[in-house]
């Protein structure tokens, strides 16, 4: 009998309440403060822009030529990219100068290793925000298969922090082997999701 009186007192609070308290609603099509976070959000993606391209080394018109009709080298920049957009402007502010001098130049040796007719190769970069691994793959044309799968992990070591480990996959042993391409240090704080 307690039981039941207990769940109707409750009850009947809930239906005489119900309608006391109405948060306020400030919905205001001309607001200020929604403009200024649109701006802002704007602001953010053009930083994002430059700063993904910032990076890209300067090139004389020349070079810019050749590098259209050389697919390894078209290939490198499309890699470079991949790497820097899956990372994102937060993990790039503060390990840009690691990734662009230890990371990129060994994914960049690394793809030319791999690749022997640079025309038969494309990369597969889809970019995916969160928590996966997956960077971009590398996928054979002449043969019809992914050939290499190029990836970041977060690891977390005990008493040292957080520690992005690049590595890549080959199509030889099946995708079971991680080859390093190189580490970064993050810091203790857990990192941002990818592409935040």
């Known amino acids: 009998m307690k039981l039941w009186l207990k769940k109707l007192f409750v009850t009947t609070v809930a239906i005489l309440t119900l309608g006391i308290y109405v948060p306020p609603l400030d919905v205001d099509a001309e607001s200020t403060v929604d403009n200024k976070a649109i701006g802002s959000e704007r602001a953010q993606s053009e930083k994002t822009t430059e700063l993904l391209f910032n990076h890209a080394p300067v090139i004389d018109a020349q070079a810019s030529a050749d590098s259209l009709t050389d697919p390894v080298e078209a290939c490198r920049l ?8 899956k990372l994102g402007p937060k993990i790039l502010n503060q390990v840009d100068q690691q990734v662009i001098e230890e990371i990129l130049p060994h994914i960049e040796y ?3 290793e791999i690749v022997d007719e640079p025309t038969d190769f494309q990369l597969i970069g889809q970019h995916h925000a969160g928590y996966g691994e997956r960077i971009f793959d590398l996928y054979s044309e002449k043969d019809d298969q992914i050939v290499a799968k190029f990836h970041v992990r977060r690891e977390k070591r005990p008493l040292d922090g957080y520690w992005f480990n690049f590595h890549y996959h080959m199509q030889d042993d099946e995708f079971e082997a991680h ?15 990818w592409m935040s």
């Not at 499309?78 to 957009?85: G, N, S, V, Y």
């Not at 080859?179 to 999701?193: A, D, L, M, R």
């Open 78 to 85: 499309q890699a470079r990219e991949l790497t820097l957009t």
């Open 110 to 112: 690394v793809i030319n």
């Open 179 to 193: 080859y390093p391409i190189g580490e970064v240090y993050w810091s203790k704080n857990t990192p941002p999701k």
